[in-house]
Protein backbone atom coordinates (compact mmCIF):
# COMPACT_ATOMS: atom_id res chain seq x y z
CA UNK A 1 0.00 0.00 0.00
CA UNK A 2 3.01 2.29 1.00
CA UNK A 3 4.40 2.27 -2.72
CA UNK A 4 1.36 2.76 -4.46
CA UNK A 5 -0.06 5.56 -2.45
CA UNK A 6 0.16 7.80 -5.88
CA UNK A 7 -2.08 5.41 -8.01
CA UNK A 8 -3.97 5.49 -5.36
CA UNK A 9 -4.79 8.92 -4.30
CA UNK A 10 -4.05 10.79 -7.84
CA UNK A 11 -4.63 8.95 -10.55
CA UNK A 12 -6.76 11.84 -12.63
CA UNK A 13 -9.30 9.13 -14.11
CA UNK A 14 -10.62 8.15 -10.39
CA UNK A 15 -14.00 10.50 -9.44
CA UNK A 16 -13.61 12.35 -6.44
CA UNK A 17 -15.78 13.59 -4.06
CA UNK A 18 -16.20 14.86 -0.55
CA UNK A 19 -13.96 17.67 0.15
CA UNK A 20 -11.25 17.70 -2.84
CA UNK A 21 -8.04 19.00 -0.57
CA UNK A 22 -9.50 16.87 2.45
CA UNK A 23 -7.15 15.87 5.35
CA UNK A 24 -8.34 12.57 5.22
CA UNK A 25 -8.50 9.90 1.27
CA UNK A 26 -10.86 7.44 1.71
CA UNK A 27 -10.33 4.96 -1.69
CA UNK A 28 -13.02 2.57 -2.57
CA UNK A 29 -12.84 -0.28 -5.06
CA UNK A 30 -16.51 -1.22 -6.14
CA UNK A 31 -18.45 -2.90 -8.70
CA UNK A 32 -22.45 -1.70 -9.26
CA UNK A 33 -23.89 -4.55 -9.49
CA UNK A 34 -22.38 -5.78 -6.22
CA UNK A 35 -24.96 -5.97 -3.40
CA UNK A 36 -22.26 -4.93 -0.75
CA UNK A 37 -21.11 -2.35 -2.61
CA UNK A 38 -24.93 -1.51 -2.91
CA UNK A 39 -25.15 -1.95 1.40
CA UNK A 40 -22.30 0.49 1.90
CA UNK A 41 -23.38 3.13 -0.31
CA UNK A 42 -25.58 5.00 1.92
CA UNK A 43 -22.66 4.57 4.77
CA UNK A 44 -19.71 6.88 2.39
CA UNK A 45 -22.36 9.21 1.05
CA UNK A 46 -23.47 9.41 4.89
CA UNK A 47 -19.55 9.77 6.38
CA UNK A 48 -18.57 12.58 3.65
CA UNK A 49 -21.71 14.18 4.87
CA UNK A 50 -20.85 13.94 8.59
CA UNK A 51 -16.98 14.57 8.33
CA UNK A 52 -15.80 17.78 5.99
CA UNK A 53 -11.88 16.04 6.34
CA UNK A 54 -13.27 13.30 4.06
CA UNK A 55 -11.87 12.87 0.46
CA UNK A 56 -13.37 9.98 -1.45
CA UNK A 57 -11.59 8.43 -4.39
CA UNK A 58 -13.81 5.86 -6.42
CA UNK A 59 -11.99 3.15 -8.35
CA UNK A 60 -14.36 1.55 -10.77
CA UNK A 61 -13.45 -2.74 -10.40
CA UNK A 62 -16.07 -4.20 -13.07
CA UNK A 63 -15.93 -7.75 -11.79
CA UNK A 64 -19.26 -9.03 -12.34
CA UNK A 65 -19.51 -9.58 -16.27
CA UNK A 66 -20.82 -7.22 -19.14
CA UNK A 67 -22.88 -4.69 -17.36
CA UNK A 68 -20.73 -4.19 -15.09
CA UNK A 69 -18.26 -2.98 -17.53
CA UNK A 70 -21.21 -0.73 -19.21
CA UNK A 71 -21.82 0.56 -15.57
CA UNK A 72 -18.74 1.34 -15.27
CA UNK A 73 -17.82 3.10 -18.40
CA UNK A 74 -20.75 4.78 -18.44
CA UNK A 75 -20.34 6.00 -14.63
CA UNK A 76 -16.69 7.00 -15.61
CA UNK A 77 -18.34 9.02 -19.16
CA UNK A 78 -20.72 10.89 -16.67
CA UNK A 79 -17.52 12.88 -15.39
CA UNK A 80 -17.66 14.43 -18.75
CA UNK A 81 -21.20 15.91 -18.35
CA UNK A 82 -20.01 16.77 -14.29
CA UNK A 83 -22.56 14.59 -13.18
CA UNK A 84 -20.68 11.18 -11.79
CA UNK A 85 -21.54 11.77 -8.04
CA UNK A 86 -25.19 11.85 -9.20
CA UNK A 87 -25.29 9.39 -11.28
CA UNK A 88 -22.81 7.05 -8.95
CA UNK A 89 -24.97 6.89 -6.01
CA UNK A 90 -28.27 6.67 -8.14
CA UNK A 91 -26.63 3.36 -9.75
CA UNK A 92 -25.61 2.12 -6.32
CA UNK A 93 -28.95 2.77 -4.96
CA UNK A 94 -31.15 1.07 -8.09
CA UNK A 95 -33.12 -1.69 -6.85
CA UNK A 96 -32.25 -5.12 -8.65
CA UNK A 97 -29.77 -6.04 -11.78
CA UNK A 98 -28.45 -3.40 -14.05
CA UNK A 99 -28.56 -3.85 -17.35
CA UNK A 100 -27.58 -1.60 -20.79
CA UNK A 101 -31.07 0.15 -20.83
CA UNK A 102 -31.38 0.75 -16.48
CA UNK A 103 -28.48 2.20 -16.51
CA UNK A 104 -29.04 4.81 -19.63
CA UNK A 105 -32.43 5.13 -17.77
CA UNK A 106 -30.55 5.95 -14.49
CA UNK A 107 -28.53 8.43 -16.39
CA UNK A 108 -31.58 10.43 -18.15
CA UNK A 109 -32.63 10.09 -14.85
CA UNK A 110 -30.22 12.26 -12.78
CA UNK A 111 -30.10 14.83 -16.22
CA UNK A 112 -27.29 13.29 -18.14
CA UNK A 113 -27.86 13.44 -22.02
CA UNK A 114 -27.86 9.30 -22.83
CA UNK A 115 -27.15 9.59 -26.19
CA UNK A 116 -24.02 11.97 -25.78
CA UNK A 117 -23.28 9.15 -22.54
CA UNK A 118 -23.21 6.02 -25.11
CA UNK A 119 -20.83 8.24 -27.56
CA UNK A 120 -18.46 9.23 -24.19
CA UNK A 121 -18.40 5.82 -22.99
CA UNK A 122 -16.65 4.11 -26.20
CA UNK A 123 -13.86 6.66 -25.70
CA UNK A 124 -10.30 4.07 -25.11
CA UNK A 125 -9.41 6.15 -22.26
CA UNK A 126 -12.14 4.87 -20.27
CA UNK A 127 -10.84 1.31 -20.36
CA UNK A 128 -7.37 2.12 -19.69
CA UNK A 129 -8.92 3.49 -16.59
CA UNK A 130 -10.91 0.60 -15.98
CA UNK A 131 -7.75 -1.92 -16.37
CA UNK A 132 -5.49 0.22 -14.48
CA UNK A 133 -7.68 -0.03 -11.35
CA UNK A 134 -8.09 -3.71 -11.79
CA UNK A 135 -3.99 -3.99 -12.07
CA UNK A 136 -3.74 -1.83 -8.89
CA UNK A 137 -6.26 -4.04 -7.46
CA UNK A 138 -4.31 -7.16 -8.18
CA UNK A 139 -1.44 -5.80 -7.05
CA UNK A 140 -2.84 -4.79 -3.61
CA UNK A 141 -4.45 -8.14 -3.18
CA UNK A 142 -8.14 -7.14 -3.80
CA UNK A 143 -10.08 -9.62 -5.28
CA UNK A 144 -13.49 -8.77 -4.26
CA UNK A 145 -15.63 -5.61 -3.92
CA UNK A 146 -16.00 -3.21 -2.33
CA UNK A 147 -12.72 -2.84 -0.70
CA UNK A 148 -11.67 0.28 1.09
CA UNK A 149 -7.91 1.90 1.76
CA UNK A 150 -7.39 4.61 4.35
CA UNK A 151 -3.74 5.55 4.39
CA UNK A 152 -1.92 1.82 4.77
CA UNK A 153 -5.08 0.19 6.00
CA UNK A 154 -7.10 -2.50 4.07
CA UNK A 155 -10.21 -3.42 4.76
CA UNK A 156 -12.03 -5.73 2.34
CA UNK A 157 -16.12 -6.01 2.70
CA UNK A 158 -18.62 -3.57 3.58
CA UNK A 159 -18.64 -1.23 6.03
CA UNK A 160 -21.28 1.09 7.91
CA UNK A 161 -21.39 4.34 9.37
CA UNK A 162 -19.50 3.58 12.18
CA UNK A 163 -16.48 1.07 10.70
CA UNK A 164 -15.78 3.97 8.19
CA UNK A 165 -15.83 6.55 10.71
CA UNK A 166 -13.34 4.68 12.88
CA UNK A 167 -11.08 4.28 9.94
CA UNK A 168 -11.21 8.04 9.62
CA UNK A 169 -9.99 8.62 12.78
CA UNK A 170 -7.15 5.81 13.00
CA UNK A 171 -5.74 7.75 9.59
CA UNK A 172 -5.89 11.15 11.09
CA UNK A 173 -4.35 9.85 14.20
CA UNK A 174 -1.74 9.38 11.93
CA UNK A 175 -1.37 5.52 13.13
CA UNK A 176 -2.15 4.11 9.57
CA UNK A 177 -0.10 6.59 7.19
CA UNK A 178 2.53 5.86 4.96
Same mark, same amino acid.
Given at each position: ????Q ?37 ? #? ?10 ? #? ?7 ? !? ?33 S ?26 L ?29 ? !? ?10 I ?10
Amino acid at each position: LTTKQNELLNDPGSPISGNLSGQVTLVEFFDYRCGFCKRAAGA #VTQLQQDDPRVR #VVYKDLPIL !GEASEFAAKAALASKIQGKHLAFHEALLASKGDISKESILAIAAEVGLDARQLETDMAKPDLQIIIDRNRALAKDLGISGTPGFIVGTELVP !GALDVKGLKELIARAASGRNQP
